[in-house]
């Protein structure tokens, strides 16, 4: 029965093996490689056809340049409905600077920084914020010199004396901080020394070989202030800063363009706080701005810093772009120091020469505490009026006898 067993099972998969060798194989890759090659040639076709039947006439292009311009005006004017409150900028003309630099230092003027002996703290406080705020100035001891002073050139006193200074120095401008009364006056002489004429052409042409101007041989023109109302950095604490050597933005008045004796002053006061371009100990950078602004016939000096704000938010920059029309905002903090110069004359020579502007409407202050000193004086006889007057009121009181005075003795 085994053996039978074993005979049947081996006829089965015999029979199984025949069954499966003999069913059909099916190829289905010669299928899937033919379809897409027949469906994509008639469509590059057709659209060949369309290209050429449109680049004849023209007509497919301008429907596109039709659509796109419709496109671009339903655009603007959806932007138009949503930024009604946005003003109307005017684009700023272009500026073409003058001036070609080739990055040399050229402009080498150098400026004399000095003050008179006997001055008060306040002023020496005002000179040393000065000296950090011009980098061109050249810093000098106290000048103790009298009256009677005659130096190498024409005059004698102050302004002899600051002369040969800055010759040896080599400065073409000067600040000189002049104290009188014991440091209750104080004056500020701004010039351009004889130093600044000495560069002459051996010729004797009058051609300045360092500047290319003509100067004359005295130096000048100078100018003197009486200097008031004086607030040195430390003592406003603003809280403006900026970079310590940093060429400012000299801002004037109009008034400087517009006024003859204010021209003049807009000329010294651009070569002594107007930092030259390339100097050494100058930074490439500008973060300040000095403001010179005429009121009630006196020059008030202020020092701002340019202090750029962009936004923190998207939604803060663009409100600050819809009334500004830029992402960030600029503003004015200021810095210190700030002082009002009162012009008194201006000579035509360094320190001294002929007039060429009065201010009439100055006061001298020694005339002013002479008068206050009066006004006291005749406050004090007033008093001393009344006092006499008083005294003969009373004497002059009598009280009338009274009949019943002695009923009673």
């Known amino acids: 029965r085994s053996m039978a067993r074993r005979f049947t099972t081996n006829t089965d998969n015999m029979a199984k093996k025949r069954r499966t060798e003999s069913k059909p194989k099916v190829e289905v890759e010669p299928e899937v490689e033919v379809e897409p090659e027949v469906e994509a040639e008639p469509e590059v076709e057709e659209v060949r056809e369309n290209e050429t039947n449109k680049q004849p006439d023209g007509s497919g292009d301008a429907d596109d340049a039709e659509d796109e311009i419709m496109n671009e005006a339903i655009s603007s004017e959806e932007d138009g409905d949503n930024d009604n409150d946005a003003p109307q900028l005017t684009p700023l003309p272009v500026i073409k600077s003058s001036i070609t630099s080739d990055g040399r230092y050229h402009n080498k003027q150098r400026m004399l920084l000095l003050s008179s002996r006997g001055i008060t703290a306040r ?6 914020d000065l000296r950090t705020l011009i980098p061109h100035s ?21 302004g002899a004396a600051v002369n040969e200074i800055a010759e040896v120095r080599g400065c073409h401008t000067v600040l000189f901080l002049e104290c009188r009364k014991r440091g209750q006056d104080g004056y500020l002489w701004l010039g351009r020394t004889s130093h600044a004429n000495s560069s002459f052409n051996a010729d004797g042409d009058g051609e300045n070989v360092a500047g290319k101007k003509h100067l004359m041989i005295t130096g000048g023109p100078s100018i003197k202030f009486h200097i008031t109302n004086i607030h040195t950095m430390d003592e406003l604490k603003m809280t403006g800063n900026c970079m310590k050597g ?24 651009v070569d002594v706080f107007g930092t030259p371009r390339g100097h050494p100990k100058s930074k490439p950078f ?8 005429y009121a009630d016939g006196k020059i008030w000096v202020r020092n701002y810093q340019i202090l750029q704000e962009t936004a923190t938010t998207a939604k803060e920059a663009h409100s600050q772009k819809k009334l500004t029309g830029h992402a960030h905002a600029t503003s004015l903090i200021e810095i210190g120091p700030r002082f009002v110069l009162n012009p008194i004359r201006i000579f035509r020579g360094s320190f001294g020469g002929q007039t060429l502007y009065v201010n009439e409407e100055f006061v001298n202050p020694n005339v002013v505490r002479s008068m206050e000193k009066k006004d006291k004086g005749d406050k004090y006889v007033r008093r001393k009026g009344e006092e006499r007057k008083r005294k003969a009121r009373e004497e002059n009181i009598v009280l009338p006898e009274d009949p019943l005075a002695d009923v009673f003795n």
């Not at 002023?123 to 040393?128: P, S």
């Not at 000098?140 to 006193?157: F, H, I, R, T």
């Not at 500008?286 to 602004?293: E, L, Q």
Request: charged share 30%; no cysteine; proline share 2%.
């Open 138 to 158: 050249k810093k000098e001891s106290k000048l103790d010199v009298g009256k009677n002073y005659s130096g190498s050139g024409a005059g004698g006193g102050y």
């Open 286 to 293: 500008v973060d300040r701005v000095m403001g010179f602004y």
């Open 123 to 128: 002023y020496r406080h005002l000179l040393e």
């Open 246 to 269: 940093s060429r400012p933005v000299l801002s004037f008045d109009k008034a400087f363009d517009t006024v003859d004796h204010l021209k003049m002053v807009k000329h010294l006061f």
